[in-house]
Each structure stands twice: as C-alpha cells, then as structure tokens.
Nanobody, 115 residues
Framework: QVHLVESGGGLVQPGGSLRVSCAAS????????MGWYRQAPGKERELVAT???????NYADSVKGRFTISRESAKNTVYLQMNSLKPEDTAVYYC?????????WGQGTQVTVSS
C-alpha cells in the first residue's frame, strides 16, 4: 500500500512564489518517478514536472524556467518550487508516484493565483 500526502498549496498573487510538497509512504521500490500534475476547472489533468530516482527532470513547456522540481529520495519526498506564478497556473496540483507501470496519486492541493 502506497500513500501520498501533499501540502503547501494556497492563494498567491501573480508574480509570487509557492512551494508544494509531497511525502510518500508504504512499499516503495527504490527506482521510481515522482512528479506533479495539475488540473484546472474544465480541463484535463496535465503534466507539470517529473523527476526520476536518478535525478533526471522533465517539465511542461508552460512552466520551464519558472518551476523547479526536486526530491529527497531517502524521505520519498518531492517538492515543486513555483516562481513567477501566473493566473493560468491556478489548478489542483496532484502528486504522482510511478513505479514499474503503476501510478499512485495524492488527494491534490489547490493553488490559486489571483490578485
């Protein structure tokens, strides 16, 4: 059983910064990918960023240069530092853990960018 718990969402003004975190617990194979996806109202869930257990990262074009994903593998924790936030970044952000073809999801944390 794998459990993901996100934290750190909230309301921020345009241009501001926010960091969300996700801690995974349970039976976790050492080789895995962790990442963040988001879903805005009326839209499909989309990839934001991922990081492998080897530290390779991947970003959506819309967040490159503004967001940074990182992880502490020993703690099975992944972070997403979001800078220069825009109203279009408003969404529910979901943590994802991908292990050998199986996806696990957190409950989501709301990020709202508004003045």
């Amino acid at each position: 059983q794998v459990h993901l718990v996100e934290s750190g969402g909230g309301l921020v003004q345009p241009g501001g910064s926010l960091r969300v975190s996700c801690a995974a617990s349970g039976s976790i194979f050492a080789v895995n990918n962790m990442g963040w996806y988001r879903q805005a109202p009326g839209k499909e869930r989309e990839l934001v960023a991922t990081v492998t257990s080897f530290g390779q990262t991947n970003y959506a074009d819309s967040v490159k240069g503004r967001f940074t994903i990182s992880r502490e593998s020993a703690k099975n924790t992944v972070y997403l530092q979001m800078n220069s936030l825009k109203p279009e970044d408003t969404a529910v952000y979901y943590c994802n853990l991908h292990i050998i073809g199986i996806d696990y999801w957190g409950q989501g944390t709301q990020v709202t960018v508004s003045s």
